[in-house]
């Protein structure tokens, strides 16, 4: 079974500058999630998509961050215009449904520096 | 709002020795528990989980983790640690019931396994 994949698996920018992230979940994985990882610490939900409807964006920095899944399946996350502290590895995970007893599978991250 | 605390940021082992992870957990409703592992470089893998049915978890690995309501513990633990535990390990919560299920993380604790 294919894992969850994400591109690019790094990024370097200047601040002021627009990213974006791209996954492709797990197949048949209704549930999709964004975190972002700053070093050392562990990883923190951005937002939750139940096929292409947000579930929890609470934590979004809305102002610079935003994301879509349009059509269920792939999603992706922008940050635009990005800053210093954006510097972190943003994980996708998905997950067959919804409810914290699902396990989720994590990918593999896109690690961004921004200069 | 649940949370985890992970009570050591460091751990170190011989190898050959038990291994003991601390994790104390706060939530309002049920949780569900987690222990994902982070190797470097790859993306978190989950140990094992807890959802509210046998209390001793086993998982992956040779690791295991025992829910404690009184103590609102979830140590994790190994017999015998071994070169290829050396990594990043983070106690995780969600909570149950809900469309919102994003996982809290803990901070991350390092285990260094000596030879």
């Known amino acids: 079974e294919a894992g969850v994949a994400q591109s690019p698996r790094y990024k370097i920018i200047e601040k002021r500058q627009s990213v974006a992230f791209w996954c492709n979940p797990i197949?048949?994985?209704?549930?999709l999630y964004w975190y972002q990882q700053i070093l050392g610490q562990g990883p923190k939900l951005l937002i939750q998509?139940?096929?292409?409807?947000?579930?929890?964006d609470s934590q979004l920095p809305k102002d610079r961050f935003s994301a879509e899944r349009l059509k269920g399946v792939d999603s992706t996350l922008k940050i635009q215009p990005a800053k210093l502290e954006d510097s972190a590895v943003y994980l996708c995970?998905?997950?067959f449904g919804s409810g914290g007893h699902n396990e989720q599978f994590f990918g593999p991250g896109t690690r961004l520096t921004v200069l | 709002a649940q949370s985890v605390t992970q009570l050591d940021s460091h751990v170190s082992v011989s190898e050959g020795t038990p291994v003991l992870l601390r994790c104390n957990y706060s939530s309002s409703y049920s949780p569900s528990l987690f222990w994902y592992v982070q190797h470097p470089n790859k993306g978190l893998q989950l140990l094992l989980k807890y959802t509210s049915a046998a209390t001793l978890v086993k998982g992956i690995n040779g690791f295991e983790a025992e829910f404690k309501k009184s103590e609102t513990s979830f140590h994790l633990t190994k017999p015998s640690a071994h070169m290829s535990d050396a990594a990043e390990y983070f106690c995780v919560v969600s909570v149950q019931g809900g469309g919102a299920d994003g996982l809290t993380f803990g901070k991350g604790t390092h285990l260094i396994i000596q030879p």
């Open positions: 998509f139940q096929n292409n409807g947000v579930v929890d």
């Open positions: 197949s048949g994985h209704a549930t």
């Open positions: 995970a998905s997950s």
